[in-house]
C-alpha cells in the first residue's frame, strides 16, 4: 500500500506568512522614510527659527546723542552704538514717523561696539520734540524722544 | 517573528520620538542661553552709574574727575562737547573705570579750550549709556564762589560788560576789533560810546525789559565833598550799533514793545541813550582825569503771565569803573 500526501496547505501558510512579512517591512520602511522626511523639515523650519530668533536676541542698538544742528540748512545728527554681541545692519531712519535718507548707503553694516553718526537733513524747530527711531534688518529698534 | 518585527518598530518609533524631543531641547536650550546672555547685557546697561563730580575751569584742555557708582566697570569711549555758540564736537576716548573707583579725566589734545569758551558735554559708554555733568553749563574761567538769590546776575567774564566807540567808519559795530572790556576806559573825551551788559535771567518765567532801564555812573572825584552823577545812559535796542548823522552818533532805538529775555537765559542790554526812549549817544566828558565810577545797572521789567501786571525795578549790578579821557 502507497501513501501518497495530497495536502500542501503548511507550505502555502508558510510563502503567505512570509509575503506578508516582507510586505509588512517594506510598508514600515516607506513608513520611517516619509515619517523621517518630514521630521527632517520640521526640524529645518524650527532650527531657521530659532537660529532667527538668536540672533535677533543678541542684536541690540541705542542712540547715543542727537545734535539738531543749524547753519545754511538745519539737519539731524543721531550717532548709533551697537551695544549688541553680533553686527548689525542699520535699514532706517525715522524722525516723527517718517522715514529719511541718512548720509550713509542703507543697508548699514555696524560692528559691535561701532558708532555711526546718521546725519540727515531736517528743518527742526527749536523747542520742539522728535521721535526718533532706528531700525535693523531684524527689525529691532532703537527709539528715543529728543529736543531741540 | 511577527513579535520580533513589532519590536523592532516599537524601539525604532521610540528612538525617532525622543530624538526629536531631545533635539527640541537642545535648540530650546541653546536660545535660552542667548536670551540670557542679552538679558544680562541688558542688566549691565541698567546698572552703569557714573557721575562726573568736578569740571576744571581755566584749563587748556577739558580736565574733569569721574566716579564709578554703579555695579559694573565701565569703557568710556565717546566724548560730546557743545558750545554755546551752538557748535557741536565729538571725540573718542578710551578710559575704563573700575566700580568704586574715582578717576581724573583730561579731555583729547585736539579740544583745546579758550577762556571765553562756554560749553556743556556729555561722555558715552561702551554699553551706550551717557553721563553729562550736574552743571548744566562751564565756564572755563575761575569763578566766583558763593551765592545770593537776585533777579539778575552778571557773571563778570571778560566780555561780560563791553563798550564800543565812534570810530572814523560809520556804523560801529560789535566787531572784535572795535569792542572793548569796559571796567577801565582810557579813551578820548567827546567820543560816543555804547555799553552792553550781559546779564542772566533766574526767574522761571520770560521777563521783559522797559524802556525806563537805564545805567547811572556816580563817582565822589567830580566833587570831593559830594556824589555826583557823571552819566546817565538809558537802555537803547539790543544789537545797537554807532551811526553817525551829521556831526552826531546815534544808537538804535528801544522798541516800543520792550525786549524780552527769556526764562533762565542771558541776553545783552545795551545803554548809550542820553534820554529815554532816545537815540542820541552819550559821549565822554572831561579832560585827562582819572574818574573812579559806581555803575548802577537798573532794570526795570514785567514779568509773564503775571496777573497783578506788576513793574518790577532791580539793580542788576554795582560795577566798579574808571573812565581816563586822554585829551
Redesign the interface.
Known sequence: MTYVSTSKKGISTLVATILM?NT??VM?AVM?AW??GL?GT??GG??IQ?ML??ER??E???I??V?F??GPSKSI?V?V?N???RETDLVSLYVGGSSYAANVTWPYTLPT?N?V?LQITYNWAYGTSYLIVVATKRGNQARGEWTA | MSGVISGVFLVAVAVMIFNVLAWQFFQADAHNRLVREAQQREWERFNERLAIVNVEVGTVYLNFTLKNYGAVASHIVDLFVKFANGTYQAYTLNTWINPGNTTRIIGPSKLKLQLTDIYDFQIGTERGNLFAPAEPSIINQTQPMGSQNVPFTLSFLQDAFEYIREGPISPVTWTSENKKPAWRIVDEKGKAVLFRVNVTSTYKSDVLLLSGSSMLLVTPDLDASTMKIGYRMYVVNEGSVLTKDGQKWYANQFPSGGQWIQAGKSRYVYFSAKNENGTESTTLIDSAQDYNYQNYVAIFYKIKNDLSNTTFGATVAVIAMQIKTTN
Open positions: 512579512i509588512a517591512i514600515g520611517i515619517a523621517m521630521i520640521y526640524q524650527t532650527q530659532y530668533m538668536g536676541a543678541q541690540a542698538i541705542v547715543e546723542h545734535w544742528m543749524t545728527i550717532f552704538r551695544v549688541g554681541a561696539s558708532k553718526a
